[in-house]
């Protein structure tokens, strides 16, 4: 494995623990009957899909880094596919998150754009790392 898919690897690792306290405060929102979270479905729902993609993406980007450095690309696309793939998992978390913000939200705002962007570098970012695969 690469030096550059190291370090991007050992980034993804460090913000699992995040990823976990996030958790633990959705579990304490709901113990504790937080104003806003339990009693908003709209922004109960989009702070559930952005702790799930969080997950799941960082978990999908970590194993991602094992193919980079095995594709046909060059060096400057596989620091590209790099970014894309973990662009993914910051941006579509934050777009669930922050369209949402506050409490008294009942529909997101402009900011849910973040989650389409950050599906737009997973898509482009995997389409590129299985042709150079292939």
């Avoid at 104003?35 to 980007?61: C, E, I, K, S």
């Avoid at 970014?83 to 777009?95: D, E, S, T």
């Avoid at 900011?111 to 150079?132: F, M, N, P, Q, Y």
Wanted: include cysteine; charge should be positive; aromatic fraction near 6%.
């Amino acid at each position: 494995m690469s030096a550059a898919s190291l370090s991007t690897a050992g980034v993804l690792l460090i913000t699992v623990p995040t990823i976990a306290f996030g958790g633990v405060s959705l579990l304490t929102f709901l113990m504790r009957n937080v104003p806003g979270y339990r009693d908003n479905p709209v922004r109960r729902g989009l702070w559930r899909a952005g702790h799930a993609h969080a997950g799941v993406l960082v978990l999908f980007a970590l194993v991602a880094m094992l193919y980079v450095d095995q594709a046909a690309l060059p060096e400057g696309v596989r620091t590209l596919t790099r970014v894309l793939i973990v662009a993914a998992p910051i941006l579509m978390p934050l777009g669930f998150f922050l369209s949402v913000a506050r409490p008294k939200d009942t529909r997101p705002n402009r900011l849910i754009w973040l989650a389409v962007a950050g599906g737009v570098c997973l898509s482009v970012g995997t389409l590129t790392l299985g042709i150079g695969l292939l």
